[in-house]
């Protein structure tokens, strides 16, 4: 049986304790906060993450009303968590593992909710919570495994595409051999740094324009294809740039060809949601 303390429903002032545990929290994490906070100004792979608690913390807000309405529920069980997020802490610092240090800092927080809000508070705020783990770092070990796979594919697909516009082409590896020079598909051209900001920015669509959860499931599986494609065609544009002239494959005008091709990419997604949409609104009609 789970041990609760019901209370009845409160103005939101009420539930200022949540408000401040929360604070005392977010100040006993203040260094892996601001580790992360270093991490998003110097590594380009998580330039997103300045945007994640702003969005998660927006949502919230929004859904103010609605967890006014629901009764507080004190859940000790959530203290679990808690202490479950400090020893991940603690053990993470001694051990020199960012991951954990940082990821317990959500693991705590969802821990306060659930203590002093309870499972349904828990409940209507685990989408928010759930956005705070794409402002932390992918492990080391788990970013190496998908970026090298992303390379070889990004290459291949660039490979065929240059080869279907007449452009010759040899592929070694990650390296794509051109009349006018080598073309290196490294780690910032896997596509990786796309397939998280767009998967962050899938979930946060998704849940402001569709409600329907198999939707969302839909458009959340669309992203891979889309940002893998999307980054091949980078590479297919850069390749036939450096053949026009070298400069062309770097520098300036190969940073904005990855901002056009992202913009593209999120472009494709709200299309392929408003399809999504006319199929199933076309199926539904009928049926």
Known sequence: MTPALKTPAKPMAAYAPILLVSALVLLCYAPAMRSLFQDWVVNEDMGHGFFVPIVAGYIVW???????QIPAEANWWGLVLVLLGAAQSLLATLGVEMFLSRSALIVTLAGVVWTLGGTAWLKKLSFPLLLLCFMVPLPTLVFNAITFPLQILA???????LSLLNVPVLREGNILQLPSGPLSVVE???????????TFLCLVYGYFFEKRSWIRVVLLVATVPIAILANAGRVTITGILSQINPELGQGFFHESTGWVIFMLALAILVGFHRAVTWIAGRFGARA
Not at 62 to 68: D, G, K, P, T
Not at 155 to 161: D, F, H, I, S, V
């Open 188 to 198: 910032a051209c896997s596509g990786i740094r796309s397939l998280l900001s767009l």
């Open 62 to 68: 929004q859904e103010r009303e609605e967890l006014r």
């Open 155 to 161: 290459t291949e697909l660039a490979a065929a595409a």
